[in-house]
């Protein structure tokens, strides 16, 4: 199982950025996929999940209204579109997904840093 992010960068507040994760190694398509993101000195959080159909999808409150996640289940890929970013958002962002309580998997992240 592969999750590989990219997409990151340094933007200016108030610009946008898309992040990508490709997959390989499972059935994409039966699985819930999530961002995480975690800021230095922070915890991990959770940003966005999206349910294996796309149908539902739920955000942090930080980010609602200027983040959106979305799939392609024929492409293995989950995508976090960003927009209207803050410095705030400035952290390394990770695709997971959890198939079970002890079953999950983390890509490796990609750094993306809001700045003047």
């Known amino acids: 199982v592969q999750l590989v992010e990219s997409g990151g960068g340094l933007v200016q507040p108030g610009g946008s950025l898309r992040l990508s994760c490709a997959t390989s190694g499972f059935t994409f398509r039966r699985y819930a996929m999530s961002w995480y993101r975690q800021a230095p000195g922070k915890e991990r959080e959770l940003v966005a999940g999206?349910?294996?159909?796309?149908?539902?999808?739920n955000y942090a409150d930080s980010v609602k209204g200027r983040f959106t996640i979305s799939r392609d289940n024929a492409k293995g890929t989950v995508y976090l579109q960003m927009n209207s970013l803050k410095p705030e958002d400035t952290a390394v962002y990770y695709c997971?997904?959890?198939?079970?309580?002890?079953?999950?998997?983390w890509g490796q992240g990609t750094q993306v840093t809001v700045s003047s």
């Open positions: 999206i349910t294996s159909t796309g149908g539902s999808t």
């Open positions: 997971y997904t959890r198939w079970s309580s002890s079953i999950y998997y």
